[in-house]
Structure formats: C-alpha cells, structure tokens
C-alpha cells in the first residue's frame, strides 16, 4: 500500500491531549479506518509549532511509536522522566504506559506517530 504525503486526510488538533497549542495531522489512517486485519490502529505525519504539544496521557488499549523528523522537544516518559528528542530519535510507549511530548524548539517539531494494537 502506498499513501501520498499530499493525498493525507489532514486536520488541525486543538489542544491535543490536553496540551498546549495544536496539533497539525496528516493522516494515512486514523482510528478506525486501518485495513481490515491489521495491527495498525493510526499512522500519522504530525506537526507541532514552538509551545505546542501532546498531553501526558496513558495507553491503556495500544502502543505508540514516535520517530522525529525534525525540530526538538521534550518528550516525558512513564515514569515522568523528561527527555530531549531530536532527528532520528524514536520513542515508544508501551501498554500501560504514559507519555507526552512537547515542542521545546525554536522550529517545528515534524514527527511520525503509530499506534499500534496490543
């Protein structure tokens, strides 16, 4: 399967999670809509301005996997250590875990998200 960059559903998430600012989204897929049998539950291209960013939250129901592709900010992770993330830096989150995410940079802070089911 192949999904275009300029073919994504996009969308514009206030306050995404309970975090500062929003959140740009172009979705190959969202909740729901993956293809029938897969473990995929979201796949993502996700955009965060300088102040914005992903509440701290649980994933009681999946896991997540965060690859940055530019810009920098702070990740927290389970047990609520902050982190500096950067290019090529992934994250994951596992069931049962909490993470957030915040754009501490200067620049954007352009990420993949997938979210996967457990």
Request: aromatic residues 10%.
């Amino acid at each position: 399967m192949l999904y275009k960059f300029d073919s994504l559903e996009n969308s514009i998430m206030e306050k995404p999670r309970g975090g500062p600012g929003s959140m740009e989204c172009h979705f190959a897929f969202k909740m729901g809509e993956a293809p029938a049998g897969s473990p995929f539950q979201v796949v993502a291209h996700q955009i965060l301005q300088p102040g914005s960013g992903l509440g701290y939250h649980q994933h009681t129901e999946n896991e997540e996997l965060y690859y940055i592709l530019s810009g920098h900010g702070t990740f927290t992770d389970s047990d609520k250590t902050e982190k500096q993330v950067g290019p090529g830096d992934f994250t994951l989150t596992l069931k049962g875990e909490w993470h957030g995410l915040i754009n501490t940079g200067n620049e954007p802070l352009v990420f993949v998200a997938i979210i996967v089911k457990n």
